[in-house]
């Protein structure tokens, strides 16, 4: 018999078991989203190469355990009949975990699936020095924990008071929970400076007189594991996918170009520093 | 409160989330379309949460005062389906 190359394996998702000659598969999955007839596959697949269940890992993946190595060629082929793709180990850039966002949930203020089928569609699989992790959160809820990951996009709201729609029914300064809203002289005051974006003001006001523009606070470096760091913020909130994906290319491309091998985007940062980093974003962000 | 005719109140100062919108909404049901209720709730995460909710539940919300007892009274008007 050849030899197995498990470092191939474990690239195309193949994650050897403790069990001999078993393998956990590791399937395509993008901001948590399945069709039925994606699961209906996964079903099938591992009730006839598995042994009938499936894990959910802490990313929103799916993996199919007990996979037998002679059965590689056959499960790869018979998922991707089923519209399932296998997903990714290693050095690369890793599965783009979503929440539901705006086009689901009523706090979302961004449409968070659609901007991680091509974050996913530019980056998934990417080799890079070490593994990336893409991760985004539609509101300040944060419920998809944005700065656990590389790199993290949440969304927030740009607002604007409209005076003519206001009838100063007070409840927009109570929605807020930074203090940046006073009522002065039968106006309301934003204060800026304490502003989070949050867009509480506009999903509360019963008048519809908070606009507010859907934007992305990206954060950096994030890493959850053997070390726990929190991704960083170093830019104002984004307000176009265009601009985003420029930081985006720039964030990417710096880990390339600096990174050793083996090293995680965090700790290639700090050993380059952060200011030449953020000068790097910062410049991107220009464009 | 102001140019408002209310037709109900409810106090929701007794109970916590999620609780507190619970019962402005069984409040709510037992009035007419277009009447107001009125809801005095606590400052903190009622009054931060509350309004929002019954907006979300497609009522209109008309005035929000403070007490300044550290409650609050919302005003809302009954939307219909």
Redesign the interface.
Known sequence: MAEVDYKALKNGGFMRQRQKNRFSLRLKTVGGNLTVDQLLTIAEVSRKYGDGHVHLTSRQGVEIPFVKLDDVEPVKAELKAGGVDTGVCGPRVRTVTACQGSAVC?SGCIDTYSLATEISNRYFGHQLPHKFKFGITGCMNNCLKAEENDLGIKGGYTVKWDQKAC?L???C???C?DGALTQKDGKIVLDESRCTNCG?CV????FGAWKGKPGYIVSFGGMFGNRIALGRRILPIITDRKTLFRVADAAVAFFEKHAKPSERFRSAIERVGWDKFRAAIEEAYRG | MGDFQVDGTVDITDVVCPVTFVKAKVALEELKDGQVLSIRMN?GEP??NV??SI??EGH???????NGDGT?T?LVRKVGE
């Open positions: 009523p009838t029914c007070g409840v300064l109570k929605a929970r509480r999903k509360a006001c019963p | 400052d009054v931060q309004p929002r907006k979300d209109q919300i008309l005035k929000l005062a403070d609050y919302l």
